[in-house]
């Protein structure tokens, strides 16, 4: 079993940058897949992006490729979602995620461990 505890959110400008961090314990995030999923108020909580056990392949969502990146650092046990050229809509509760699976990344109900959550908010 894994713990997983978000920090970095907050409030930030259009155009601005963020990074996110999510911390393991219990086990080495690379022993899962390791995805990031936000709910924006009203909406269903969505995939951001992911990060295979080999840390070599990570995946994301079209509405943030190209802004966003996953990495992990295994010395620190820790994801990091780095955000740039945010937007208003990149408004939500970001969510660490931790999947025994290979398959369904971008399946929400594919992640068996969830941290708490830290807010993002972007104003315009």
């Known amino acids: 079993q894994v713990q997983l505890v978000e920090h970095g959110g907050g409030l930030v400008q259009a155009g601005g940058s963020l990074r996110l961090s999510c911390a393991a314990s219990?086990?080495?995030?690379?022993?899962?897949?390791m995805g990031w999923f936000r709910r924006a108020p009203g909406k269903v909580r969505e995939f951001v992006a992911a990060?295979?056990?080999?840390?070599?392949?990570?995946y994301y969502a079209d509405s943030v490729k190209g802004r966003f990146t996953i990495s992990g650092d295994n010395a620190k046990n820790t994801v990091y979602l780095q955000m740039n050229s945010l937007k208003p809509e990149d408004t939500a509760v970001y969510y660490c995620?931790?999947?025994?699976?290979?398959?369904?990344?971008?399946?929400?109900?594919?992640?068996?461990?969830w941290g708490q959550g830290t807010q993002v908010t972007v104003s315009s």
């Open positions: 990060i295979g056990r080999s840390g070599s392949n990570t």
């Open positions: 995620a931790a999947s025994h699976s290979v398959l369904g990344i971008r399946d929400r109900d594919e992640y068996d461990y």
């Open positions: 219990g086990r080495t995030y690379s022993s899962y897949t």
